[in-house]
């Protein structure tokens, strides 16, 4: 993720045709649906704990709203327009699958995660109809399903709002997170393999044969093979795009769960406080790729105050960064952000009554 918005104000493209572009881009499409997916699973074992899920729920995704259209915006954009630009990103997404998941949980816990799994696997019947979004339903279409593929949403008097995540179908992919958590529960964890194993094998099928999964089909593609292969489609997050990123996450988790050693502490420092660690790091990549653009240039460029990440428009000739210096930065950002949440994570412990448990 870091990796990704650090790529953000480098200005560096989403991809390419060369390995190194693209595996740039490729890495960072795991973090939005391990995000989503857990968060459904830590939904269910808070429910086992505590009787006020739907409460919490509901409470926790409107205060992830009210985040991304105030803090999220400003580390984005570093400036003040509110007026004129707004940002449906992914702390948006999370906070209407919550909502939504708050609804759901007074079914049983195999019918939600039931529902989540149908709303994968049968969303991309829609693919191909982006052209609804100018019909009289272009609004709310925007937001479920279409998102940036049509371009904002025009509130008379307000803002353009940028969907980059729409709904769908992100709701489904909680809500079989949801269902999961019972998987989670279960001592038998071999279980996460097998399932993670038949949703890799499942998407080199589906990829294959080119046909139902994903709107891009890889004939077309002017990528070489393999990378033409692994170039499925993130907005909106088709099936074969979950089965690929979702399918190896399970398969990670008994393992992860059995690492020990230096990298592993390092990742439960991080885990134990992941809202923060998002708040804290737009801001940080922001102000790093500023101070980066005074030391090149001698001075700030005013690209870097646009109305990133998706209306930024065009930026200047020559400023894209080098893939090493993309690198460093990131690891740079990455050291600052360990140190913080490690320090923030003991503070949280010490505190865990009251708003921290929001943040």
């Known amino acids: 993720m870091v990796l990704d918005h650090v790529r953000v104000f480098a200005g560096v493209p989403a991809g390419g045709a060369t390995a190194a572009l693209f595996f740039t881009r490729w890495v960072t499409h795991y973090c939005a649906p391990a995000f989503v997916f857990l968060a459904g699973a830590s939904a269910y074992h808070y429910g086992r704990a505590h009787r006020d899920l739907p409460r919490f729920l509901v409470t926790r995704g409107l205060w992830l709203i009210v985040l991304e259209a105030t803090v999220v915006r ?3 954009t570093f400036n003040l327009d509110f007026g ?5 990103g992914v702390l948006w997404m999370l906070g209407v699958s919550m909502i939504a998941l708050a609804a759901l949980t007074w079914l049983p816990v195999w019918a939600v995660g039931a529902l989540g799994l149908a709303i994968i696997a049968g969303h991309d019947v829609l693919d191909g109809q982006v052209a609804a979004a100018d019909g009289p339903i272009a609004w709310w279409w925007k937001l479920l399903y279409v998102g940036f593929l049509a371009g904002p949403i025009e509130v008379a008097g307000g803002p353009h709002i940028q969907v980059l995540y729409s709904i769908v179908p992100w709701v ?14 279960h001592p038998r964890r071999d279980r996460c393999v097998v399932i993670g194993a038949c949703a890799i094998a499942l998407f080199v099928v589906l990829r294959w044969r080119d046909g139902y999964g994903d709107p891009w089909p890889r004939a077309g593609s002017s990528k070489p093979g393999y990378l033409a292969f692994l170039d499925v489609t993130k907005y909106p997050a088709s099936l074969d795009f979950l089965l690929l990123t979702l399918g190896p996450l399970l398969v990670a988790v008994p393992f992860a769960e059995r690492a020990r050693g230096a990298i592993s502490r390092w990742l439960a420092t991080l885990g134990r406080v ?9 801001p940080l990549v922001h102000g790093l790729a500023v101070v980066v653009s005074w030391l090149r240039a001698g001075a700030i460029e005013p690209w870097l105050f646009a109305n990133h990440p998706m209306d930024a428009g065009r930026q200047p000739a020559g ?16 050291v600052v952000l360990t140190l913080a949440c490690h320090r923030y994570a003991a503070y949280k412990q010490r505190h865990l009554d009251g708003w921290l448990r929001y943040v």
Do not use: D
Request: proline share 4%; hydrophobic share 70%; net charge neutral.
């Open 74 to 76: 400003l580390a984005w």
């Open 274 to 282: 992941p809202l923060f660690f998002y708040l804290l790091h737009l």
């Open 84 to 88: 004129g630009h707004a940002l449906a």
């Open 172 to 185: 489904g992919v909680m809500a079989a997170g949801y269902g999961f958590g019972a998987i989670l529960a």
């Open 319 to 334: 400023y894209a960064w080098s893939l090493p210096l993309l690198y460093a930065i990131t690891a740079l950002a990455l």
